[in-house]
C-alpha cells in the first residue's frame, strides 16, 4: 500500500532555532518528491520539488533531502521566523498511473515561538 | 503566485441544500483536482480531470458530483448537503505534459464548508 509517514506530528522551536522534519514513503514506482507549506487555513504552497536523481535542493532557508533508496526525505528549516509556522506536508507522486498519482503525508504541525 | 481561485472561502450552510463551490485557474492546465482535508488529516483526491470533458472520481467516496466544460472552470456539486460534508475541499491545478509526473501542482485557498 503506497504511504507517506510524517514525523514528528508537531514541533514546537523558538525563532532564530533551525529544525528537521521527515518523511518516510513506500510509495512505488516513485516519480517525485515534493514539500508543501500549508498556512492556517489555506491551501498548500509548494517549497521544493525533487525527481529520484536528486539528493537534496534548496529554497532560501529551506533545504530539502532524499534517500530514494531508503525511501526517506528531510525537511530542514535555518533561523526560523515566526512566519515559518504552519503545517508542513511531504506529497509523493508515483509512476504507476497516467495520473502521477499524490501520496499526502498528515504534514508536521510546526509552530515557532519568538 | 498561483493563480487558481476559488469560491466562497467559507460557507454555512443548512442540511439539504444544493451548493456549488467554484474553482477557476488561469494558468491554462489542463489537470484539475479537488482534495478534500478535514484537520490534522492528510488531503484525499475526490475528483480529477485531464481536460474539457473530462472528469473522474478520485480515491475517496464522495456524493459531490464535478463538471468540466472550460479549461479554466472545475466546479464542485452537492446536491443535498449533509453534515458529514463538513469539511475544507481544495481545488489544485498542473500541466498536462507527455512526462506528467514531474510538473507542479498548484492549490487554491480552499473552501471551508459547514453543513447544519
Known amino acids: 500500500k503506497n504511504q507517506v509517514e510524517q514525523s514528528p506530528q508537531s514541533l514546537i522551536i523558538l525563532e532564530g532555532k533551525n529544525c528537521t522534519l521527515q518523511?518516510?514513503?513506500?510509495?512505488?514506482?516513485?516519480?517525485?518528491l515534493r514539500w508543501y507549506k500549508q498556512d492556517t487555513g489555506r491551501g498548500p504552497v509548494s517549497l521544493t520539488i525533487?525527481?529520484?536523481?536528486?539528493n537534496t535542493k534548496s529554497n532560501g532557508r529551506y533545504t530539502a533531502t532524499l534517500d530514494a533508496d531508503t525511501k526517506q526525505s528531510s525537511l530542514h528549516i535555518t533561523a526560523s521566523q515566526l512566519s515559518d509556522s504552519a503545517s508542513y506536508i511531504c506529497?509523493?507522486?508515483?509512476?504507476?498511473?497516467?495520473?502521477?498519482?499524490?501520496?499526502f503525508g498528515r504534514g508536521t504541525q510546526l509552530t515557532v515561538w519568538p | 503566485e498561483a493563480d487558481i481561485y476559488q469560491t466562497p472561502r467559507y460557507l454555512v450552510i443548512g442540511t439539504g441544500k444544493k451548493i456549488t463551490l467554484e474553482c477557476s485557474q488561469t494558468?491554462?492546465?489542463?489537470?484539475m483536482y479537488w482534495y478534500q482535508q478535514d484537520p490534522g488529516m492528510e488531503l484525499h483526491l475526490i475528483h480529477y480531470?485531464?481536460?474539457?470533458?473530462?472528469?473522474e472520481k478520485g480515491d475517496l467516496s464522495s456524493e459531490s458530483t464535478v463538471s468540466r466544460i472550460r479549461t479554466e472552470h472545475f466546479p464542485l456539486t452537492l446536491e443535498s448537503a449533509r453534515p458529514s460534508h463538513t469539511s475544507q475541499y481544495l481545488c489544485?491545478?498542473?500541466?498536462?505534459?507527455?512526462?506528467?509526473?514531474?510538473?507542479?501542482?498548484?492549490f487554491g485557498q480552499g473552501t471551508r464548508l459547514t453543513v447544519v
Open positions: 489544485a491545478s498542473s500541466e498536462l505534459t507527455s512526462h506528467f509526473l514531474d510538473t507542479e501542482a498548484f
Open positions: 480531470s485531464y481536460g474539457v470533458n473530462s472528469t
Open positions: 494558468m491554462g492546465h489542463d489537470k
Open positions: 506529497v509523493v507522486s508515483d509512476r504507476g498511473s497516467t495520473l502521477g498519482r499524490l501520496y
Open positions: 518523511c518516510n514513503y513506500t510509495v512505488s514506482p516513485f516519480s517525485n
Open positions: 525533487m525527481t529520484f536523481s536528486e
